[in-house]
């Protein structure tokens, strides 16, 4: 943002920002964010107990309520491949502040997603004062938009990628003389890769309307790449999903839906273009 560019109102007369004005704007947007995690990060720390059982170690239990509703549809279905995470494994701490460390880390990234609507909110006040009223219009719904997308990508990645990634590479075995105990450490990083990573991803419309507007991305570039995109959706969900036709459907269509709303969104961003000149 410019120095000039961003105005504020002080003592009734209009007062342009300087460079370091800008820079304790962010400076105090950043210090709520932050206050923002940490308090939520307390609260996750009380609730340890709630947090690992239930959430960061429920995608590995049989009685997961993703786990029994893969059964339920494998049984209406009859692929039997669907009733996932049966295969009873143990994790183990190998170091002394192990169980102390992750739990901290647990603790701190539960307070960053829930606390991301807030963060993201801090973001939109920090840029709207730079944008003229015909942007602000043009991205209003800014706040909801975003956090509903990544809420709901964080959702998609705990509930549906992570059951199956953990039951394909818990079941996964080069020898039957091999057993498998995985590292606690190990497993936290993975789920809690995979959900904030499909997170990002979901954020696909937000990236590709931004990137339209700017004149970046066009839409005939999306189609033509649309096959190259499907394709490798269908391979990252063939390499973390049993070896069905249904499971692999379940995980890339989202993923194909939200490249297919960026094409029609950056559609949407060149007409208005157009109208305007």
Known sequence: MS??????????????????DHLDVLRFALMRSFAAVFILA?????????????????????????????????????????CINKIDFKLNNLEMAGQFRNN???????????????????????????LTPKERKGVSGFVFVTSSLFMIGVAFGYFIIAPL??????????????????????????????????????????LIYFLARMGIVSVESLKTYRKHAIVAIFILSAMITPPDVFSQILVAFPLILLYEISINIAKRVERKRVEEL
């Open 42 to 82: 307390i609260v996750a720390f009380y609730f340890t107990d709630f947090v690992y059982s239930d959430i960061i170690l429920g995608p590995k239990n049989p009685d997961f309520i993703s786990n029994k509703l893969f059964c339920r549809f494998g049984h209406l279905l009859n692929i039997e491949s669907l």
């Open 165 to 206: 990634a953990v039951n394909f590479l818990a079941a996964w075995t080069i020898s039957a003389d091999i057993q498998n105990t995985f590292r606690l450490g190990s497993y936290i990083n993975m789920v809690v890769m995979l959900a904030l990573s499909t997170g990002l991803v979901f954020q696909l419309p937000v």
């Open 3 to 20: 120095e000039t560019e961003i105005e504020k109102k002080k003592s009734g007369e209009i007062v342009e920002m300087t460079f370091w």
């Open 104 to 130: 901290l880390l647990i603790s701190l990234i539960t307070g960053l997603v829930v606390a991301m609507p807030y963060i993201i909110t801090e973001i939109w006040l920090f840029i709207k004062p730079a």
